[in-house]
């Protein structure tokens, strides 16, 4: 953010414009989940190239096109998000998932829930900012193929508030940005819903996303922690390559 007169409004357009998007994603994935990519990626692709606040470079917009994995049903689910302190292995345990292996998604084995539960934390971060997160549990994906996949959920403290949930898999720093991506950052509008009765959230990873800092290093990222980062390739959702 330059701090240039008028920079707040326009931040505040780009905030309003995401998250009628995200409204809108969440209304038509309801009955036709591919609908809602197709809206979401035009959309974004829209604002990348046309709003003042995009992430990319100017000289980058006009002729920016955003590339994205094929769309894969499979990598959507409605998952129970677990809260307390069973979400942490205790020290000498056996980690949740198991020890990586040829066709397997879990977490790599020498992490197996790094970062504390409900303590104050700052996640890696791009840049020199340090924003003020906390573990409140974790989620377990079924991969379709691959067995389960576990992957911290956090609350950022700071800012606006809301649940993030990065990732890096095995993409990471070929097809997708070295860092990894984002799933969920609701303080953003990054929001793709779910059922608070039940406990659980949507996840698509066809609507993973690379973050600002992907586009230039002018921009200051929260990223993926040890925690989660998955062992084999995630193929949905956008890349760069």
Partial sequence: MSGEPGTELQLADWRRQISDLYAEVRRLAVGDPPAALTVWREERERLYREHPMSPVPMAQRSNFSAKHFTYDPGMRFEVVVQLGPAAIAPA??????????????????????????????????????????????FVEIPFPSHGPGVLSLFWMDGYAGGLFL????????????????????????????????????????????????????????????????????????????
């Fill in 92 to 137: 000498g345990d056996a980690p949740r998932n198991p020890p990586a292996r040829e066709g397997s998604l879990a977490l790599a084995p020498s992490s197996p829930f790094v970062t504390p539960l409900g303590a104050p934390l700052s996640l890696p971060n791009s840049g020199a900012d340090a924003l003020s997160f906390r573990r409140i549990g």
């Fill in 166 to 241: 990065p990732f890096r898999d095995a993409t990471s720093g070929a097809q997708t940005y070295a860092a990894g991506r984002y799933l969920l950052d609701t303080a953003k509008s990054a929001d793709l819903g779910g059922n608070p009765a039940r406990g659980s959230l949507i996840l698509d990873f066809n609507f993973a996303y690379q973050p600002s800092c992907a586009f230039d290093p002018r921009w200051s990222c929260p990223l993926a922690p040890p925690d989660n980062r998955l062992n084999l390739p995630v193929r949905a959702g956008e890349r760069i390559a």
